[in-house]
């Protein structure tokens, strides 16, 4: 029923990091030396949102599928024996996406662009929305991954019967003056879908002036961080239980009260 060996407790690397704006061979590069650099082996490997270039409108930088970025991601889960995670830009049948993929050691990927654009950067302008929330499954742990903007929408990133997942993962550039919502949305989605949530942004200022401090985490079912990197910090591995999990949903099954609703796209 999973992908791989079932594992109890899984490894998950956070890779925060400042990027070159719309410079994808030299973010690659950084990144990949980064990755090597990791201080053990990871389930999971988490980039930024648009890793490859910044939070940029300019198209220039979008790759068709199966390009330089797809098989550097396919290169890297390959050799560190993990499930990457990261969104870039995708130019597909004339349209732009603001595409995550999952891509396993395997070569096999699963993908879903980003649902809710951030319209005070024009990216609706420029942008296709997607139109389905993606759950993967991997070592006996099912992940929804989603890209930044759409941590403020709990109803798409709601847990529920009919789509469960164990872990929300968010992929980010959230700048520094919002960094009050990042931190206290991270922590309510945690509570309110009784998950563990995930969330990698990146550091440094961007080339249209804007900064972020990162605030990559990682918290628990409680609401509570298990693990934070500072703005200096561009990696580090955290440790997530999934007896720990199963356990405290059996002894608070609050979603057995979940309210049953339909999202219309």
Known sequence: MFEGQFHEELSVALIQTDLYWEDVTANLSALEEKIAALPGPADIIVLPEMFTSGFTMNTQVAEPMNFTTTKWLKQIAASSNALIVGSFAVKENGKFYNRLLCVKPDGIYQQNDKRHLFRMGEEHATYTPGES??????????????????????VWSRNSASEPYDILIYVANWPSRRAHAWNT????????????VIGVNRIGTDGNGIRYQGDSAAVDYLGEPICMLADHETEKITHLSKPDL??????????LDADVFEIKC
């Open 133 to 154: 929330k993606l759950i993967i499954e991997w070592k006996g742990w099912k992940i929804c991954p989603l890209v930044c903007y759409d941590l403020r929408f709990p």
């Open 185 to 196: 949305l991270l922590k309510a989605r945690a509570i309110e879908n009784q998950s563990y």
């Open 246 to 255: 199963v356990s405290y949903r059996q002894s608070f099954p609050a979603f």
